[in-house]
């Protein structure tokens, strides 16, 4: 089993960064692709970025492309989203989920996080 803890959510105005990160407890991270997930308020959660165990594959939505990256440190167990240039519409909650494939698919991850809020004002 893996615990996923996420961090690095807060308030900021839009056109700023912030990066998240999403450290694991149990079982090492490395055994994992890592997807990072988000849900806005009365919307369905939304698949954001995924990363494969070695970290040589990475998948994003169309939302997000060119404005966030997707990262993992295996030796730290943590894999990290860097979010650029950021828009109101990307205020959600955060959520990283660990899983076997690398997909935007929600039912294929099995262990998740509790999330952190990104706000973005405008």
């Known amino acids: 089993q893996v615990q996923l803890v996420e961090s690095g959510g807060g308030l900021v105005q839009a056109g700023a960064s912030l990066r998240l990160s999403c450290a694991a407890s149990g079982r090492t991270l490395s055994s994992y692709v890592v997807g990072w997930f988000r849900q806005a308020p009365g919307k369905e959660r939304e698949f954001v970025a995924a990363?494969?165990?070695?970290?040589?594959?990475?998948t994003y939505a169309d939302s997000v492309k060119g404005r966030f990256t997707i990262s993992r440190d295996n030796a730290k167990n943590t894999v990290y989203l860097q979010m650029n240039s950021l828009k109101p519409e990307d205020t959600a909650i955060y959520y990283c989920a660990s899983g076997l494939s690398i997909t935007s698919w929600t039912g294929e991850y099995v262990y998740w996080g509790q999330g952190t809020q990104v706000t973005v004002s405008s």
């Open positions: 990363i494969s165990r070695s970290g040589d594959s990475t």
